[in-house]
């Protein structure tokens, strides 16, 4: 499942009461946020038993913004970790889990992908979330495919 | 899941024996710095200036030629799968992000660490490789990973190499969330007023099941979005995490190394996590290795892990030397400067917590042969 997310924040988005200060998140944390909203139906799914997240780039966007806005901005250094998305994605789905954050240059969103599928072929629910840093005019691409032990092992 | 081998650079030096003469005798390993703070950095000596990327390099060479691995397993590293897991929070950030670039089509900066050095050794049967980026508790979801991997039958050696290095960027990033301790890193002291940033690599050798007397029982984490910065502050979060492990294994540490950052809100939360966990154990002591080396980001857990396994090999602990004394308000015994080490260890509980709501823990246990 995909979502293309308009970057451009022009009005309080309807999620705004799910995440803590909705204002300062990252482009990507945004777009997660965003994207999540959109598949609403998430909340119907059986809970995933591991959360394998896969960001090209790791938190190279957010890294580079504390830098040019001065490096002493704690709003923009709070996201320069690739795993705080999750914490914002748990804010929305009001749940919480294990969660591994994968990096493997340009490599990473096939490698954990591949990852996903041998966790769910051992038994796991596993839940998949994924973005480039790629854009497409002012919106940017975002992914998310859940795995279970039954899709790995069809009857 | 066995530890084959283990070796560290920390502030103390080159070696875990450095580490724990530091532990051991009280040694403070932080520098102060002009702009206020304190920063425990390896020692350099006169080599010639290098970038992070090959300081990495240079740490893990050494690391790795100093494990002393048996003909038999280096002989096995060739034949069975071998698993490279790069735990770390920044990487070579340092190396690119200060310069213009374009950083849509710029690789993360964990990639370059680890393939450069599987590639130096291409006799290896590397089957997998990659990074674990969870905050501070990366090295604790390193361990996790291996853990799995070794469930599912897919590895049979895990290498764990941890390492965050210290610079501006994250130097000016802590001092900008206003944690960093302007005096002196007390962890579970009522006078705790922050942490101090540590250097640090480690690297760890992981077998299924080749006994070596050093055993990881078990590591679970649990991940919540209570709040991006501060950890679960009922100590729900880390608890959850030790029920993990509890459902598999039986937990009665002799002793917890604990995350002890020394900021009000990790050594609070940890304090209301042990409570709940060791109802029946209100007694079990307490110490940590930040005071010491700093807090050493992605390779905190890593640097704690192989603090523990010496602990147990020289049946002694190590105490919280800058606390004069606990914070009142904390309820768990911690050891306080002057404590003295618990008779019997066996076996050692780690804690770690992390930026985006990370908890993690892990369970260390000396079995008879050591």
Known sequence: ?155 | MYILGYNCVTAAGFGADKLMDALYSGRDCSQSQEDGGRICFIPRGVEPKQNFQQRFQSYLHKLWSSLGLSAEITTDLKKTRVAFLFSSTKGIVEDYVWTEIEIRNHEDPFHAVYSQFTDAYPEINWTLKCNISNACSSSHLAFEYAQDLFAQDRIDYAFVFASDLIGPFIYKGFFSLKVASLTTCQPFAASRDGLQLGDAAALILLSKDKKSGLKIADVASETEGTSITRPSMSGEGLFKAISKMSQSYKIAPDLIVAHGTGTRFNDQSEDLAFQKCFTSYPKVPVTGTKWAIGHTLGASGAIDLIAACELLKNKKSFSLQNTPEKDPTLKMNYLTKGSSSPEHLKQVLISSLGFGGVHAALLLEKEDQL
């Not at chain 1, 945004?30 to 997240?53: M, N, R, S, T």
Request: hydrophobic share 40%; proline share 3%; with cysteine.
């Open chain 1, 1 to 155: 499942m995909k979502a293309t997310v308009d970057l451009q924040r022009t009005a309080e988005p309807a999620w705004s009461q799910k995440v803590e200060r909705w204002y300062q998140l990252d482009e990507t944390a945004y777009g997660f946020c965003e994207a999540l909203h959109q598949w609403e139906y998430l909340k119907d799914l059986k809970k995933p038993d591991v959360i394998l997240l896969a960001l090209e780039g790791a938190s190279n966007l957010a890294d580079v913004d504390f830098v040019q806005t001065g490096a002493s901005s704690p709003a923009k250094f709070v996201y320069t970790l690739p795993n705080i998305c999750v914490s914002v994605i748990f804010q929305m789905l009001g749940t919480s889990g294990k969660v591994y954050c994968l990096n493997q240059g340009a490599t990473t969103y096939k490698f954990a992908k591949t990852e996903a599928e041998y966790f769910a072929k051992s038994g796991k629910t596993v839940w998949f979330f994924s973005s480039s840093y790629k854009i497409n005019g002012e919106s940017r691409e975002f992914e998310f495919e859940a795995f279970d032990f039954y899709e790995a092992h069809p009857s």
